[in-house]
């Protein structure tokens, strides 16, 4: 499959377009990856890493694409371990709905002993599906202030040379 540019419908690429509104707004751009806040039941710091284009497999990603993903997790990953302090940062590759591949994403997701207690003590697979069975949503102005304390932390660790 080839890579395109936008797929009106499409979420990861109505949020890229304008087209949908996304609280917070986007935390960091690479040249392949956009790393913003999710939308939807998973706790406040979640992120979202998906690439620029309209892609539905890792298997169809670019070269440059590719080698650049391991620092965007990396980075996305240091900055919940600075900013949230949690037990564990998971990183999930998502890109299935419910009847096709949808636009790639890697979900980075700060778990803390309080998510854990929140879910009857439920980690991995098993607290997410709990997770996206709520009606959850982070409120708008925490979602927003994450996001700025998130750009101000790459802003600072650009500057000291990626730590």
């Excluded at 419908?9 to 913003?36: F, K, N, S």
Aim: glycine share 8%; aromatic share 6%.
């Amino acid at each position: 499959m080839v890579a395109v540019n936008d797929v009106p419908g499409c979420l990861g690429c109505d949020l890229r377009a304008g087209r949908r509104e996304l609280p917070g707004g986007v935390i960091r751009e690479t040249d392949h990856w956009v790393v913003q806040h999710v939308l939807g039941p998973l706790n406040l710091g979640t992120l979202i890493v998906a690439p620029r284009l309209h892609v539905v497999s890792a298997a169809d990603l670019s070269v440059d694409a590719a080698e650049e993903l391991g620092q965007v997790l990396r980075d996305a990953s240091r900055m919940l371990e600075a900013l949230c302090e949690p037990e564990q940062v998971y990183v999930c590759q998502w890109s299935h709905g419910e009847s096709a591949r949808k636009h790639l994403h890697f979900v980075v997701q700060p778990v803390t002993a309080d998510v854990v207690r929140a879910f009857d003590g439920r980690r991995s697979e098993q607290l997410q599906a709990a997770m996206m069975l709520t009606d959850y949503e982070a409120p708008r102005e925490e979602v927003e202030a994450f996001c700025e304390r998130a750009r101000r932390w790459f802003r600072a660790d650009a500057g000291q040379g990626g730590r």
